[in-house]
């Protein structure tokens, strides 16, 4: 017997899935960040030749009026800039001009092309179509996602997806340039492909994972959470030192060394790594009820369509999904342009208190799940009920937030601490709605995820484009107290109906197929006792013919004393 390794199979999966949900929201967000600076800042001035315009006619003092306008106007009005902190977007982007001329810009200014040297003039409605447009067919390949993950393997689809997302990342400046609309094409091409990945790895999740380890495995996926915290202040260093262009080709080049570690680390099964030690192996298949048997037949099973899409278990984890999306995806996008125009941070500031609560969430996941885990080896909670539990935080107490910082106003330190504590609290989905799916039917829990997935990432580009119409030349803070509470209703509404239906426990139509093995193998047995029958019968008969005197008269024998010989 071979030595046992020092980290299983297991372990190096979670890091190879980790940091893979780190790439793949690394192609999401990263247009999130560089659009701070790639935008023309005329629009900002816009509004402050509007402001002071308000202001003169209301023929009052600045302090006296309402605080309705973007906080660092505000700030700048009654003098109360501190900390070095720059509370203008010119100084913001005077502090982020490129220092190195990227190969887009040396391209141009030899086709004597325009460099667009103040930045490109897209508006707040454009700027929520370029923002948006990862997520408008994103949704087109969830589905497809499970079903190809079940017909090719996890380690392909997942794989294959991120490194194509993370190449076009190196063809989006140059289309920034030539026109937005050909960089929208790339982003919603970029979200087309990138949309097999959730579902293709819960598809992994239930080939690898035992059934009292998902909570801590389905962490994982919340690498995309580090990712944005890693991300974000990092890109804004990268816009400080270099050009906003350098974001998408770091972005290319780190999604191509993670591919080539994925392609040698990463196997679709146990059964199919050739470093996996036997005792891992067989843990995992006994826990799982895989067999020789079983892997054929699923290979060839169809997929019971109709029962999944009636299953309320799993419309209950679609709801939940589509609330705790809504709100983090308003957040995680819309963060960078909110503490940008409200109050008034700069890229870097803006980097990098983006980035905190996205860290924040992943560790809250990772620890959440651990008691949930917990829970359910001491039987100390039923698997609904810590399903359930994943849901209140992920959704309610994260709506609740949301609610304290659409009223936190031009008080930066609620801001963030509230930012922070919302985004935080909804890393606790992968202990509830996450999971919950592969309890439900490990066998199609990439089918089911790829169903939410089509449906719940719709919140990705409505919510980019709701912002945009609501902020279009009124950035205020109180434009932003809506978009905020209508994120809010979303989390709580769908909080309290996930609580009250959800339900964790193995569906009868996952298991069909087996029930279809065992009836088989009945009828297997049952034919064999036949045959065994007839075999029996067949051999009294040729010992009674046998048993002839030699004077030709035959001996009766009784039946059974013939099938005993």
């Not at 109709?306 to 609330?323: F, R």
Request: proline share 4%; hydrophobic share 45%.
């Amino acid at each position: 017997m071979s030595k046992e390794p020092e980290v299983n199979a297991r372990t190096v999966l979670w890091y190879l899935v980790f940091v893979g949900f780190a790439v793949n929201y690394m192609v999401r967000i990263n247009s999130n960040i560089t659009i701070v600076t790639m935008v023309r800042s005329s629009s900002a001035k816009k509004v402050q030749l509007n402001q002071d315009l308000d202001t003169s006619s209301a023929m009052s003092p600045p302090q006296n009026k309402p605080r309705m306008y973007a906080c660092y106007v505000e700030k700048n009005e009654s003098d109360l800039a501190t900390g070095g902190m720059e509370n203008t977007r010119a100084a913001a982007n005077a502090q982020s001009e490129p220092n190195w001329v990227s190969p887009e810009k040396w391209l141009l200014r030899t086709l004597q092309l325009d460099t667009k040297e103040d930045g490109f003039e897209w508006n707040e409605y454009q700027q929520g179509l370029v923002l948006g447009a990862f997520f408008w067919l994103h949704w087109l390949t969830q589905v497809p996602g499970g079903v190809l993950a079940r017909k090719y393997g996890t380690k392909l689809v997942f794989g294959v997806a991120n490194a194509i997302g993370c190449w076009l990342c190196f063809l989006m400046p140059l289309a920034a340039y030539l026109d937005y609309r050909i960089l929208i094409f790339l982003r919603v091409l970029q979200g087309v492909i990138c949309g097999v990945s959730w579902p293709a790895m819960h598809h992994m999740a239930g080939q690898w994972i035992p059934p009292n380890e998902r909570s801590k495995f389905v962490t994982a996926y919340l690498g995309s959470s580090i990712g944005v915290a890693l991300f974000f202040p990092l890109f804004g260093y990268i816009i400080s030192w270099t050009s906003w262009e350098y974001v998408f080709h770091f972005c290319g080049i780190f999604g191509t060394v993670w591919y080539l570690a994925w392609l040698y680390f990463v196997y679709d099964s146990p059964a199919e790594h050739p470093r996996i030690h036997p005792k891992e192996r067989e843990y995992i298949e006994n826990s799982l009820g895989i067999t020789e048997k079983s892997k054929e037949q699923a290979r060839e099973e169809k997929t019971p369509w109709m029962k999944l899409i009636l299953s309320k278990p799993m419309w209950m984890t679609v709801l939940a999904q589509w609330a705790g999306i809504w709100g983090l995806f308003t957040v995680m996008t819309q963060a960078p342009s909110y503490f940008n125009y409200i109050h008034g941070w700069n890229v870097k500031m803006t980097g990098i208190l983006s980035g905190i609560p996205h860290l924040c969430r992943m560790l809250f996941a990772y620890f959440f799940s651990i008691i949930g885990d917990y829970l359910l080896r001491h039987n100390l909670m039923s698997r609904t009920n810590v399903r359930k539990m994943g849901g209140v935080f992920c959704c309610l107490v994260n709506g609740l937030f949301v609610v304290a910082l659409a009223y936190s106003g031009c008080n930066s330190t609620s801001a963030i601490v509230f930012l922070t504590l919302a985004t935080m609290v909804h890393g606790a989905v992968s202990t509830g709605p996450l999971a919950n799916i592969i309890d439900i039917s490990p066998k199609y829990a990439g089918i089911l995820l790829g169903i939410s997935g089509m449906i719940s990432v719709v919140p990705g580009f409505v919510s980019p484009i709701l912002v945009g119409i609501l902020t279009l030349g009124n950035q205020t803070v109180k434009q932003w107290e809506y978009v905020f509470l209508i994120s809010a209703g979303m989390l709580i509404v769908g909080g309290i109906l996930y609580t009250m239906f959800a339900d964790a426990t193995l569906q009868p139509w996952n298991t069909e197929g087996n029930e279809r093995e065992m009836v088989t193998l009945k009828l297997d047995v049952e034919q064999a006792l036949l045959e065994k029958e007839r075999e029996a019968v067949e051999l009294a008969q040729d010992a009674i013919t046998a048993e002839v005197t030699d004077d030709g008269d035959c001996k009766e024998y009784p039946i059974d004393s013939v099938l005993k010989k």
